[in-house]
Each structure stands twice: as structure tokens, then as C-alpha cells.
């Protein structure tokens, strides 16, 4: 099993990091986080940097504090929803600098460069910190992958540079954040072998894949396993934004160890929860049809005396029924959320237990 240290003590790989993109993950505390015995999170440094913003992450010592969580922490450089905002809401441009956006239509325009988002990183407090990269979908025109190419590398080194910089102004570089990089390209192979070249000889602590990692229809893309064999063996390389069980197992199987996505506990918010079909005794069972999911608002389960999953183990397991979910979800009680979500962590995290303890050693 590989370990990676952080500020906040080790993480064991690999690791499932449900999203607490604003400082929390919805419908849960801290405490439920633990009880579903999730190790660490991802937050997300655009919307963190506008609310609560950064000078009150500070008052409080940073996000570990303010949120009361005492494990390792993400945080995603916001590169992703700066993508959203240009392509979808038309609320943003980029260039060579880096990014202008707007929250919303007709308000405040911000910029975010390279060293501003490791500046803000930094106020944050996250034990891992990302470079700001441009990210594309794979069926983006060539011209426009080679640009997101050229300023994500040119946004590395200076984003390294001020990483380097900020580091020499601490008292204590041993509590550094580990900083990572993000290996973009799109479909191309060419663009993403420049891409990752380019950040290995920069360097940083690990990486992640960036852009879209999924064809419409939900499968891996082949370019995936692709950009984790450009990489270091021993590196870690998280798998940004890729949380569907089964790709995430065809991930670990490619060489990604850190893993994060919305699926979880967005599903557990919209009545879908997940089981496991059997108990789990070896690896090769998790390369097949290995869970189910469970829609608890179907009429079946109006009675149903069992536990939503007789193989995880968890508060929601351990103490109610599918007929008691069915019921909360039926009076719009807020409590279903709450039970739901747990349920969801925790079958990712006994994924990962699985994952950790049946892969063969390589």
C-alpha cells in the first residue's frame, strides 16, 4: 500500500476525496464524514477565494479549522469551473496571462493568474495545491489544444516559481503543501506527451490528468491510462473528476491513486444509493458487474426490512431500514440526505479498502 504525506498526516492510497468544493460536502458534517471513515477532501479555490473568502479562511487559521476537519485537503485550482463559466455561461475569457470571470452576469470581473491562484492556495491552507491549467473537452478543435497546452505549461512554471517563492518566505518549509501539476492535451498524444514532458521537467510532487476523462456514452477514455504511463511510477496521479465506480477501478487499474467526483453524494441527494451484489474477496470481482444501485424511491421498498447494503457497514446500515429511507425521502425530511450521503461515502471508501488490500502488488 502507498502512503503519501501531507501536512495533515499520511494518506493512504489509494483514496476516494468526496468534493466539499465550498467547505463542505452537502447534507453532512465533519463527524458523518468520519463515521463514513472518508480520510480526506477536495475544496475548491475559486469558490472558497469568493465566499467566506480568503481573509476569513485566514482569521480562522485556514480550511482545516473553519470546517473543523482534520484530515488532508485538496484544493482544485477552479481551472475546471473557469472552463464552465467560458464555455457554458459565457461569463469568462483567457488569455495568455491567465483567466478574467464574472459569479454572475453583469457583476464584479476578477482575474486569476497563475501566481494569484497559488497565492491563494496558500491562504487556504491545503496540505496538496494545483497549478492553474486550461482545461478542454476532447472534441475541441486542435488549434485550441495546442494553446491549452502552451499556457498550462507556461502557467506551471509560473506557478512553480511563485510556489518557490512563498516557500522561501515561510519560517518552516518542512509543513510545505505538496504542489501538483496537470498533464492537459485533449485527444491528441502528441500534445499530451509535450504537455507531460514539459511538467516533469518543471517538477512537481504529482499529477493530475486533466480535461474530459469520459466519451458520451460514460466509458474511460483510452487517453486516460495513456497519460499515467507518460508519468512516474511512483508519483501519485490523481484522476480529477473520475468517480463512476467502475471507472474509477479501470483508473487504479491505469495507475491512478487519488480519486474524486460529485457522483457519490449527488446521488445519494437524488434517491440513487449504492450496494454492493456480494461480498468482496478478491480483486477480480471488482473488474465485473460488482454492485447495483438501489432506487429508493421505488414502491418495492416501501416495506423493505432491509438494510440498504448487507455488505458496507455504516450508521445508515448499521440502524435503518430501506423502508425507513423510503419513507424520509417520501416526506422530503432532511434527514434522508443526511443518511444517504453516508451510505454512498462509505461504500466508496470500502471500495478503496478493497482496492488497497485484494490489488495484486506491482
Not at 469568493?50 to 481573509?55: E, L, V
Not at 491562504?123 to 494553446?147: E, F, N, R, V
Not at 424520509?328 to 479498502?353: C, G, P, Q, W
Request: charged share 25%; aromatic share 10%; with cysteine.
Amino acid at each position: 500500500m502507498k502512503i503519501l504525506q501531507t501536512n495533515h498526516g499520511p494518506l493512504k492510497l489509494p483514496v476516494f476525496l468526496p468534493d466539499a468544493t465550498r467547505g463542505i460536502v452537502r447534507a453532512v458534517d465533519t463527524q458523518d464524514l468520519e463515521e463514513a471513515k472518508i480520510e480526506a477532501l477536495v475544496v475548491n479555490t475559486l469558490h472558497l477565494a469568493s465566499k467566506p473568502g480568503t481573509t476569513t479562511l485566514a482569521t480562522h487559521g485556514g480550511i482545516h479549522t473553519f470546517m473543523d476537519w482534520k484530515g488532508p485537503i485538496i484544493s482544485d485550482s477552479g481551472g475546471f469551473q473557469l472552463f464552465s463559466m467560458i464555455n457554458e455561461s459565457k461569463m469568462g475569457s483567457i488569455n495568455p496571462k491567465g483567466f478574467i470571470y464574472q459569479h454572475e452576469k453583469g457583476g464584479k470581473k476578477n482575474k486569476l493568474t497563475p501566481e494569484k491562484c497559488i497565492q491563494l492556495q496558500f491562504s487556504i491552507g491545503a496540505d496538496i495545491i494545483y497549478c492553474l491549467d486550461y482545461c478542454t473537452h476532447p472534441d475541441m478543435d486542435l488549434s485550441l489544444q495546442k494553446t491549452s497546452v502552451e499556457y498550462t505549461i507556461n502557467w506551471a512554471k509560473k506557478c512553480k516559481k511563485e510556489y518557490d517563492r512563498l516557500l522561501s518566505e515561510k519560517k518552516d518549509d518542512s509543513k510545505r503543501p505538496l504542489l501538483f501539476g496537470v498533464v492537459q492535451g485533449g485527444n491528441s498524444k502528441e500534445l499530451r506527451k509535450q504537455c507531460a514532458e514539459a511538467l516533469l521537467e518543471i517538477g512537481f510532487d504529482g499529477f493530475g490528468y486533466g480535461g474530459w476523462p469520459i466519451d458520451k456514452d460514460g466509458v474511460l477514455l483510452d487517453m486516460v491510462s495513456y497519460v499515467a504511463e507518460l508519468l512516474p511510477k511512483e508519483l501519485p496521479k490523481h484522476a480529477l473528476g473520475i468517480g463512476k465506480p467502475e471507472n474509477l477501478v479501470a483508473a487504479f487499474e491505469a495507475g491512478y491513486d487519488i480519486f474524486d467526483c460529485v457522483i457519490p453524494t449527488r446521488d445519494a441527494r437524488h434517491k440513487r444509493l449504492y450496494a454492493f451484489n456480494e461480498p468482496i474477496t478478491s480483486y477480480a470481482q471488482l473488474k465485473s458487474d460488482f454492485y447495483s444501485y438501489i432506487y429508493i424511491q421505488d414502491e418495492k421498498y416501501i416495506k423493505d426490512s432491509r438494510p440498504i447494503d448487507e455488505v458496507s457497514d455504516c450508521l445508515t446500515n448499521e440502524r435503518y431500514s430501506r423502508s425507513y429511507l423510503t419513507h424520509l425521502f417520501s416526506i422530503n425530511d432532511h434527514l434522508a440526505y443526511r443518511l444517504a450521503t453516508i451510505h454512498n461515502l462509505r461504500f466508496y471508501t470500502k471500495m478503496m479498502e478493497y482496492l488497497r488490500e485484494l490489488a495484486p502488488a506491482t
